[in-house]
């Protein structure tokens, strides 16, 4: 019986898997290479928009310093890669270096009952700390292993070789498909975590964590568990990120980042996991597309499109296309569930 | 990369009192660059991102008023706070006003806002302005050290601003009616009150503050349609460290973080006073979980 | 997941026959595609944006002489957004997708060195035209900017001759400050000078109290400073208002790129020394007919050009030199032709190709701030890239492609 429900509640999880597995075999054949090339960064950028889709949507932890795991996931696979000769151990350190990382974070806040804009500020002052201190790590002295360190220029990433053999280095066009396949597992893996049991209890601390408490969870392990899980999805999505570019560089750590994360988040729609992921290629083609003009500036053109859309589509992309489809269907208004009104435990 | 440093003597008393005038400076900086954000934040829980962008623009009143011959104190002590004040206010009114009680949701109207408006001034004045504006105090001249008199000015004139700020917020109608709202928005609105009003005078007084501080840090900083962004996070950390008391918070937040940074800065260089600062934040949020007047002063403004 | 890594061996191979299929330049459209790519918006417009100016009036006059082998040339200009991964990404859609017969740009050494692999990988020629500290050494790179060997080995002798030996070096903390750094301090004690101390600042630094007290406990003759951007032309604000400016004065290598000699007024810069391989000033009608054409394009008000902005038109200019002289736009032909001894002269005066290390040789300038303008005190001509000829020999191997700076000079074996 559980297993059908589990099922029923990840039909549209899956659903959009499949589209994401079709477009994954189709793409290569219809875009151009330039295309699907770059497409690998836009991929790996949607896996840290899942990321904190995950912990802020559903654990309802408002961690401005995302970045900080995607940028560390980033850094640890290239050193561990340079240091190791092959790609596939490096993946594995970096996801385990940068949720252990996450786990001191986040327990030196959870433990320390931090929450709120408060939590969002520690996340973000160690991101910042990450930028300060890599931007002068230029010099032979600054390394780890083999692999220096590069300060503000950074390094550039070996890219993923195949698993078996640490001589055949994979193209970026075929990067593509490790980076969609990667999405599409993380998104599997947060689609079915949020239907478990931990995932509605992260969900019941997000809305009410004082009666989650008088209920008799710890809420403090509960945040620290998804926060870590969150982190190391950030740090595959960092791994795929340094390959897509070739190279990372401190700048990953800087605060325009660290804004845009949260930015993807509210545009597609706290809640939900789809949303952000379509919310951060839609702003990736944008900003790209932007970048190729030179009529207008684009600041300018960003931060009127930006400022349209919080007026105009405040519940963000995804709930409100959930609402109007709901309302077509049944033919009457939906509602997908109400944002607290206060906002501030959001 | 070996960092060298002058060989350390004894430390002559001139010195001391220069490296004093520079510590004061530092913290008198982080709260004239904060104060403007914090009473946005501590009145109505609006994080604006589009912060630094305030002090950019009263840089930019300066610099384009005196390049058409306006007097340099008319442009930073009335134009500036004035014209900015008055964007607030049109910005209030057209963008925050409805997003109140949605924290988050300012998050990314302030951060479009802040794109729009470095769009804007680049758009209108390219990406670099040339200025005329020099520091108009002399040099203050301390034994065998120099320093500017105008950064004493500075000090003058962010503690005349926070006892501006405490007299209107404890002696007028407008800072008791302010007051209750920051408390309880729902009950002030019971009693009367037209918090919307309201939040439309502090937002623009807020950000006439900003643009006071901008216009002041004009003569002595870069003016540059960017240059919002170097003082955004620095700020927004005070403010948050300090906690939601206006006054107190920031105060308390300048003097313990600028202080960190301006010794850790003395001792060991620029990049290390940064982490300090950084560093300081994270152990101070750790242990008073909601800002130091969360803790402290708990019925300070 | 077996079916996909089947797929990708699959793909590995098929890629491998096909791609100089790829790799062809797009045949049928008539009009060459030039690339650019810079920051056009973020921290770092103030450099790239007159840069891209100049950029467009070299294509804009390759074409009024009637394009290059009867076609004309187009320009696709790309803003980074002073993000290193737009830098990739377009360089990848250049190269790739537009099929461009070039592509210039970049401005920090950052940018370049995220761009330059894609751009050898893809074999599309990548000029970057930006002074920097040296020690690129890439057969598909052409650095046409000055560096250390050619600037700051010029001008440290000639300010220790005119205010003192005893220095003190400010700079930018990144890898290009710190290099910068190092390069003074050699040059300093080659002189017989003495350095006696050495501070490092985050780009976003904006309060530089602290470090005026050290420098005038430290009491230097002189300061070199290789600051970098908007927020560290605060530096000199409150140098000058410290009173500073009149007792030591400031020598730069980096003062006045970024226009930072209009950010600040008359009165705070004058003195100040620097040098490029190109000031406002430099006398020759070519110069003349140059910034005629900028103010007739930007009026008035513009940026002034300095070296970032000349080099971009100037490095447009030798490309199409070299296409002429190769009679096509394919990499190889013009890049043997690039190769070959090539130069162009003016507006900044003769710059040739050095095909040892791909930089150029040029001249170097020395000039004094003055009511916010440069006026020239010396010139040095045809100034060879001693510094990357030092660790870079593309002439015995040409298919080098290195940075070797990257990690600082010890890391590159120097001193």
């Known amino acids: 019986m559980k297993q059908t429900g589990t099922l029923r509640e990840m039909r549209p999880t899956l659903i959009f898997a499949f589209l994401g597995i079709v477009f994954m075999f189709l793409?290569?054949?219809?875009?151009?290479?330039?295309?699907?090339?770059?497409?690998t960064t836009a991929i790996a950028l949607a896996v840290l928009a899942l990321s904190l889709a995950l912990i802020w949507g559903y654990g309802g932890i408002l961690c401005f310093g995302q970045v900080a795991f995607f940028g560390l996931g980033a850094y640890v696979y290239t050193m561990a890669a340079i240091n190791f000769g092959g790609s596939t151990w490096a993946v594995l350190v970096a996801i385990i270096v940068t949720s252990a990382f996450a786990a001191v974070v986040g327990y030196f806040m959870f433990y320390g009952r931090v929450s709120d804009v408060y939590l969002g500020v520690i996340t973000l002052t160690v991101t910042l700390i990450l930028y300060s201190l890599l931007r002068r790590t230029s010099g032979p002295e600054y390394k780890i292993g083999k692999a220096l360190l590069g300060g503000f220029n950074g390094v550039s990433s070996p890219p993923i070789n195949l698993p078996w053999d640490t001589r055949t280095l994979l193209f970026p066009e075929h990067i593509f498909y490790v980076a969609m396949g990667a999405l599409i597992i993380c998104f599997v893996f947060a689609g079915w975590l949020v239907t478990t049991h931990f995932g509605r209890v992260c969900v019941a601390i997000r809305e009410n964590e004082t009666r989650a408490e008088l209920l008799g969870y710890d809420t403090r392990a509960y945040k620290l568990g998804i926060f870590t899980i969150g982190a190391g999805i950030a740090a595959v999505g960092g791994v795929l990120f340094c390959n897509g570019v070739g190279r990372i560089t401190p700048d990953v750590f800087g605060l325009y980042n660290a804004a845009l994360t949260i930015i993807w988040v509210i545009v597609g729609?706290?809640?939900?996991?789809?949303?952000?992921?379509?919310?951060?290629?839609?702003?990736?083609y944008l900003t790209s597309a932007l970048g190729g003009q030179s009529l207008l500036n684009n600041n300018l053109v960003l931060g009127v499109i930006l400022i349209f859309f919080v007026l105009l589509v405040p519940k963000g992309l995804a709930p409100t296309l959930i609402d109007w489809v709901g309302a077509r269907r049944k033919g009457g208004p939906t509602r997908t569930r109400r944002r607290n009104p206060r906002g501030t435990d959001a | 990369m070996p960092h060298v440093t002058p060989q350390q003597k004894d430390l002559p008393l001139d010195l001391v009192v220069a490296i004093g005038l520079q510590l004061i400076y530092g913290i008198a900086h982080l709260a004239l660059i904060s104060i403007g954000l914090a009473i946005i934040f501590g009145m109505m829980?609006?994080?604006?991102?589009?912060?630094?962008?305030?002090?950019?623009?009263?840089?930019?009143?300066v610099v384009v008023s005196t390049n058409n011959g306006v007097n340099i104190w008319v442009a930073m002590l009335i134009l500036a706070p004035l014209i900015v004040g008055l964007i607030g206010v049109i910005v209030e009114r057209l963008l925050i006003r409805w997003l109140y009680g949605r924290m988050v949701d300012t998050l990314l109207a302030t951060w479009g806002l802040s794109l729009l408006l470095i769009g804007l001034v680049t758009s209108i004045f390219g990406?670099?302005?040339?200025?005329t504006v020099a520091p108009p105090l002399g040099v203050l001249r301390i034994g065998a050290y120099s320093s500017s008199a105008y950064e004493l000015f500075l000090i003058g004139v962010t503690i005349v601003l926070g006892i501006a700020i405490w007299l209107v917020l404890k002696l007028t109608k407008l800072g008791l009616v302010a007051r209750g709202t920051m408390q309880n928005a729902e009950m002030a609105s019971a009693l009367g009150v037209s918090t919307s009003r309201i939040y439309m005078i502090t937002f623009g007084l807020g950000a006439a503050v900003t643009g006071l501080a901008g216009g002041l840090l004009a003569p002595v900083t870069g003016v540059l349609p960017n240059i919002g962004a170097t003082y955004i996070a620095k700020a927004f950390i005070t403010v948050i460290s300090g906690g939601a008391s206006i006054l107190a918070g920031t105060a308390a937040g300048s003097v313990l973080l600028g202080g960190i940074q301006g010794?850790?800065?003395?001792?060991?260089?620029?990049?290390?006073?940064?982490?300090?600062?950084?560093l300081t934040a994270i152990v101070l949020l750790r242990l008073m979980p909601r800002g130091i007047t969360g803790r402290f002063f708990r019925k300070s403004l | 997941m077996s079916i996909s890594r089947r797929k990708f061996i699959v793909g590995t191979s098929a890629f491998a026959l096909a791609s100089p299929a790829l790799m062809g330049r797009a045949q049928g459209s008539d009009k060459i595609i030039f690339a650019s790519i810079l920051d056009l918006s973020g921290g770092l417009d103030i450099y790239g944006a007159p840069m891209a100016e100049a950029t467009k009036l070299a294509i804009e006059d390759i074409n009024a002489a009637g394009?290059?082998?009867?076609?004309?040339?187009?320009?696709?200009?790309?803003?980074?957004?002073?993000?290193?991964?737009?830098?990739?990404?377009?360089?990848?859609?250049?190269?790739?997708?537009?099929?461009?017969?070039?592509?210039?740009?970049?401005?920090?050494?950052?940018?370049?060195?995220?761009?330059?692999?894609?751009?050898?990988?893809?074999?599309?020629?990548?000029?970057?035209?930006?002074?920097?500290?040296?020690?690129?050494?890439?057969?598909?790179?052409?650095?046409?900017?000055?560096?250390?060997?050619?600037?700051?080995?010029?001008?440290?002798?000639?300010?220790?001759?005119?205010?003192?030996?005893?220095?003190?070096i400010v700079a930018a903390d990144y890898n290009y400050g710190q290099i910068i750094a190092e390069w003074m301090q050699r040059f300093v004690k080659e002189n017989g000078g003495e350095t006696l101390g050495v501070e490092f600042f985050p780009l976003d630094v904006t309060n530089f109290g602290p470090t005026i007290n050290k420098i005038?406990?430290?009491?230097?003759?002189?300061?070199?400073?290789?600051?970098?951007?908007?927020?560290?032309?605060?530096?000199?604000?409150?140098?000058?208002?410290?009173?500073?400016?009149?007792?030591?004065?400031?020598?730069?290598?980096?003062?006045g790129i970024g226009n930072e000699h209009k950010l600040i007024s008359a009165e705070e810069g004058n003195g100040l020394l620097a040098a490029y391989s190109y000031f406002e000033k430099v006398d020759n009608p070519e110069n003349k007919a140059f910034l005629e054409r900028m103010d007739a394009k930007l009026g008035a008000n513009r940026p002034t050009m300095n070296e970032l902005s000349v080099r971009s038109y100037e490095g447009a200019m030798l490309w199409a030199e070299a296409v002429k002289l190769a009679g096509s736009i394919d990499h190889d032909p013009v890049w043997q032709a690039l190769r070959s001894g090539l130069s162009y002269t003016r507006p900044s005066g003769k710059l040739t190709i050095d095909p040892q290390t791909n930089h150029v040789i040029q001249n170097v300038v020395l000039a004094e701030l003055q009511d916010q303008e440069f006026n020239i005190l010396e010139s040095f001509a045809d100034q060879p890239p001693s510094d990357t000829a030092m660790v870079c020999d593309l002439v015995a191997d040409p298919t080098l492609s290195t940075f070797y700076f990257e990690n600082g000079l010890a890391a590159a074996g120097i001193k």
Request: positive net charge; hydrophobic residues 45%; aromatic residues 12%.
């Open chain 1, 27 to 39: 793409a290569p054949h219809v875009l151009q290479l330039f295309t699907i090339i770059n497409l």
């Open chain 1, 269 to 284: 729609g706290r809640g939900t996991l789809i949303g952000p992921i379509i919310a951060s290629f839609a702003l990736f």
């Open chain 2, 45 to 61: 829980r609006v994080i604006n991102l589009a912060h630094g962008e305030f002090l950019m623009l009263g840089g930019y009143v």
């Open chain 2, 127 to 131: 990406a670099s302005t040339a200025t």
């Open chain 2, 263 to 278: 010794v850790v800065t003395f001792l060991s260089g620029p990049t290390f006073g940064e982490v300090g600062l950084l």
């Open chain 3, 67 to 168: 394009g290059l082998l009867g076609r004309e040339v187009e320009l696709k200009l790309y803003d980074a957004q002073s993000s290193i991964q737009l830098y990739t990404q377009y360089a990848t859609q250049a190269a790739a997708g537009d099929r461009a017969a070039t592509v210039h740009g970049g401005i920090t050494s950052a940018s370049r060195e995220a761009i330059r692999p894609t751009l050898a990988r893809f074999k599309t020629l990548y000029f970057y035209n930006t002074q920097y500290e040296g020690g690129v050494c890439d057969f598909n790179n052409f650095n046409t900017g000055s560096t250390p060997a050619q600037t700051v080995a010029k001008v440290v002798p000639y300010a220790m001759n005119k205010f003192g030996k005893k220095v003190y």
């Open chain 3, 216 to 255: 005038q406990q430290a009491k230097p003759d002189m300061v070199l400073s290789a600051l970098v951007g908007g927020a560290h032309v605060s530096f000199y604000r409150q140098y000058a208002a410290a009173g500073m400016n009149k007792d030591i004065p400031i020598t730069s290598t980096t003062f």
